[in-house]
Nanobody
Framework: QVQLVESGGGLVQPGGSLRLSCVAS????????VGWFRQAPGKEREGISC????????YYADAVKGRFTISKDNSKNTMYLQMNNLNPEDTAVYSC??????????????????WGQGTQVTVSS
């Protein structure tokens, strides 16, 4: 069964950090570019970061650039999103997915990409 499962979300104070994980099963994550998305209440889903598979291309949305880091451990079939210096505007449901990640362009959705179910991140004092 093909699936992506996120974990690592939770409640954190402003200025704090979290690391989200996304474990793939049923397919080899090494063969795919990967991305992270988030959706805040009342807002559209936004792509915030991606990492290409064979070429070391990364993309970060301006809102998270310099604070978030995407990575992937192919030996564990797992991707990560390290989030530092979190602020209340980062509160959202975060999801991982397989995508296209293109230098200078960013995230392009796959027609049949794999998606996780999402994990809640809440930044509040």
């Amino acid at each position: 069964q093909v699936q992506l499962v996120e974990s690592g979300g939770g409640l954190v104070q402003p200025g704090g950090s979290l690391r989200l994980s996304c474990v793939a099963s049923g397919f080899n994550l090494a063969d795919y570019a990967v991305g992270w998305f988030r959706q805040a209440p009342g807002k559209e889903r936004e792509g915030i970061s991606c990492l290409s598979n064979y070429v070391s291309t990364t993309y970060y949305a301006d809102a998270v650039k310099g604070r978030f880091t995407i990575s992937k451990d192919n030996s564990k079939n797992t991707m990560y999103l390290q989030m530092n210096n979190l602020n209340p505007e980062d509160t959202a449901v975060y999801s991982c997915a397989t995508v296209y990640c293109v230098a200078g362009t960013g995230i392009i959705l796959l027609e049949n990409g794999y998606w996780g179910q999402g994990t809640q991140v809440t930044v509040s004092s």
